[in-house]
């Protein structure tokens, strides 16, 4: 099955800085890639997703990059806020009508003021 | 999108009783999902619920502890059976929003539930 690896663990930036996380996926039929922000206490929130069929998706101060030869993608958070402080997981699904989300372990950011 | 709550968004509950978390969905969704968060950890899918036929559970779940049920497409419920302090968990239910080319899911507030 698919195999999701997520680094780093934790990460910490001055408020302005970017941030970068960075995820794996083993099964190179996977082409579905969500990122998801859970704040202390709330469910996950889908904050950006990109299909195999872009390399690159921005929204705003968030973009995805996704490298399909390399199975590999990352979420870049520029000019970040305290409010940005939170739990980033990544995730990988074969997308067919029946998603089922392999997710990586989990990034804690935290953006000092 | 889709709107998700659960109820209870808390419990406290003794060993070896039962507890069963609702998911309402504002919208009719054909995929709902079942997911369990321990501690600091990451999400574990425990169960696929389809309306109108019995839930498919992932390796290490099974229905007499989990079990599922979807009346409708706007409703499921998930039981954690015969419980014991390691269940003590986050539990989430997602939705699965087709839309144009994208299967997305979205997930509701999650049921904080401690076993003592």
């Known amino acids: 099955g698919e195999n999701v690896e997520q680094h780093p663990s934790t990460l910490s930036v001055q408020e302005g800085d970017s941030a970068v996380i960075k995820c794996t996926y083993s099964d190179s039929a996977s082409n579905y890639f969500p990122w998801y922000k859970q704040e202390l206490g709330k469910g996950p929130q889908l904050i950006i997703d990109i299909r195999s069929n872009v390399g690159e998706k921005k929204d705003q101060r968030i973009a995805v990059t996704l490298n399909k030869t390399a199975k590999h993608f990352s979420l870049h958070i520029t000019e970040t806020q305290p409010e940005d402080s939170a739990v980033y997981f990544c995730?990988?699904?074969?997308?067919?009508?029946?998603?089922?989300?392999?997710f990586g372990k989990g990034t804690m950011l935290l953006v000092s003021p | 999108s889709a709107v998700i709550s659960q109820k209870p968004s808390r419990d406290i509950c003794q060993r070896g009783t039962s507890l069963t978390i609702q998911c309402q969905v504002d919208?009719?969704?054909?995929?709902m999902f079942w997911y369990r968060q321990q501690p600091g950890q990451s999400l574990t899918l425990i169960a696929t619920a389809n309306q109108g036929s019995e839930a498919t559970y992932e390796s290490g779940f099974v229905i007499d502890k989990f079990p599922i049920s979807r009346p409708n497409l706007t409703f499921s419920t998930l039981t954690v059976s015969n419980m014991s302090p390691e269940d003590s968990s986050i539990y989430l239910c997602?939705?699965?929003?087709?839309?144009?080319?994208?299967?997305?899911?979205?997930f509701g507030p999650g049921t904080r539930l401690t076993v003592l």
């Open positions: 919208s009719q969704v054909t995929m």
């Open positions: 995730a990988a699904s074969l997308s067919s009508g029946y998603s089922t989300l392999t």
């Open positions: 997602s939705v699965e929003v087709l839309r144009p080319s994208t299967d997305t899911q979205y």
